[in-house]
């Protein structure tokens, strides 16, 4: 399994959830705001790669999972911003489990515990929510055997 088949499978699982109505990838300057372009449809998952790490034995993926939802201004403060951080943390635990459930290979595991941040925002639309961070693990090894080096 490569990084972009691990991505990809992750997509699909957010993409099933039928809670979240827009998903993204990419830099923290990526996430859809009102500004940049139409606002995206709440709750919004967006997946935000940080590092990936060769071993010889395996490999990591690092990434913040976050999910976010728009909070009104017409309802208590903190009992909103608890609405909303809860309606998110419990959207990223669905998505993990079903992720660990469905991705069929058993050389891939999520790094245990998970640390999870919820926040909020004050954009022009007002969100909460809360980030996973998550190391992926594949237990695939390094090897010469399959490069496209030639030594001749």
């Known amino acids: 399994m490569t ?4 991505i990809n499978s992750l997509q699909a699982t957010i993409a099933a959830h039928v809670m979240v109505n827009t998903q993204g990838y990419g830099d923290i300057s990526d996430i859809a705001v009102p500004e940049s372009e139409l606002p995206p449809d709440y709750p919004y ?5 940080q590092s990936v790490n060769l071993n010889r034995n395996s490999f990591n993926c690092v990434i913040n999972l976050i999910c976010m939802t728009q ?9 909103r911003d608890l609405d909303g951080q809860d ?6 635990t669905d998505i993990i489990a079903e992720y660990l459930l469905t991705i069929g290979d058993p050389l891939f595991d999520i790094a245990m515990p998970l640390t999870v941040t919820p926040f909020k925002q004050r954009l022009q639309d007002n969100v909460v929510g809360a980030t996973a961070s998550l190391t992926m693990e594949y237990g695939k090894s390094i090897s010469a ?3 496209p080096i030639n030594f001749n």
């Open 3 to 6: 990084y972009k088949e691990l």
């Open 45 to 49: 998952v967006f997946i935000n790669p």
């Open 71 to 79: 909070v009104h201004e017409n309802v208590n403060v903190q009992t």
């Open 87 to 92: 309606i998110c943390i419990q959207i990223l």
């Open 145 to 147: 055997c399959v490069t």
